[in-house]
């Protein structure tokens, strides 16, 4: 299967509009979360509306060689991956002292561990094979550290610095490591991890797997959904770190 996009995390929410979005503009999926019959519903609707092929490879990313399952359904499939969207993650807004360790942990090792080991796996084969490129979905939140959401933030400020270390790495091979970072985003994501949207208007996940996709085929290294949101991130760092911290407590509703 050629000319392939796969997508981590794709049953819901910003990675099925990112699956839609590329299926409309002719890519073939591979399409990986832990639900089955939301994949195959999915895959069966981009097929009839787009002519897309869809391979779906149910898995719970949160298990140790879930990486490495994924690499193998590759090579056992024959699937030429173009981009590779690392796009599975989860949060939780609450005080640190409050929250549930396990949950903590599982963040960690979803938006952390499981990604680093898909970049670790995926950028050499993908050289082998003929190059293609690696996306991190980051977040806004990833340029400060959020009291109420301390460990997504910092979770996410791992994949902001990694994914750029990896963009200069590889920038003059013939793979490209991306950063996209949506802001606040009406999906079950959000409400799931306990988010208030408060005074924040949510963007839809269509309106960010537009934006996204333009910034991925033009291949920007660090791209930030929507004026506010990059007006944050350049506050983040330009503000000195005290008024960083309590404008996004603030913000957040814990201060």
């Given at each position: 299967m050629k000319n392939t996009v796969l997508i981590t995390g794709a049953s819901a929410g910003i990675g099925k509009a990112l699956a839609e979005e590329f299926a409309r503009h002719g890519f073939n999926l591979l399409l990986v979360a832990r639900s089955k019959d939301k994949l195959e519903q999915i895959g069966q609707s981009l097929h009839e509306q787009y002519g897309a092929e869809v391979?779906?490879?149910?898995?719970?990313?949160l298990?140790?060689?879930a990486p490495g399952t994924i690499l193998q359904f590759v090579e056992e499939n024959d699937i030429e991956i173009t981009y590779l969207i690392n796009n599975a993650g989860m949060g939780d807004a609450c005080l640190f002292e409050e929250s549930d360790l396990s949950k903590d942990e599982r963040?960690?090792?979803?938006n952390v561990m499981t990604l680093m080991r898909m970049n670790r796996l995926f950028l050499p084969y993908?050289?082998?094979h003929g190059g293609g490129t690696v996306v991190n979905i980051a977040s806004t939140l990833a340029f400060a550290p959020t009291a109420g959401e301390a460990v997504y933030a910092a979770s996410k400020a791992f994949v902001l610095s990694f994914s750029q270390a990896l963009y200069e790495e590889t920038k003059r091979s013939n793979v490209s490591v991306l950063t996209v970072c949506p802001g606040v985003t009406d999906t079950d994501f959000f409400k799931s991890a306990g988010f208030e949207l408060g005074h924040f208007k949510a963007a839809s996940p269509e309106s960010f797997a537009g934006f996204a996709y333009q910034s991925i085929v033009r291949k920007k290294p660090l791209s930030i959904h929507r004026f506010f949101n990059r007006m944050t991130a350049l506050?983040?760092?330009l503000a000195p770190r005290r008024m960083v911290r309590?404008?996004?407590a603030a913000a957040c509703g814990t201060k």
């Open positions: 391979r779906i490879l149910p898995l719970d990313l298990s140790d060689n963040i960690v090792t979803l993908l050289k082998e506050f983040c760092r309590e404008t996004f």
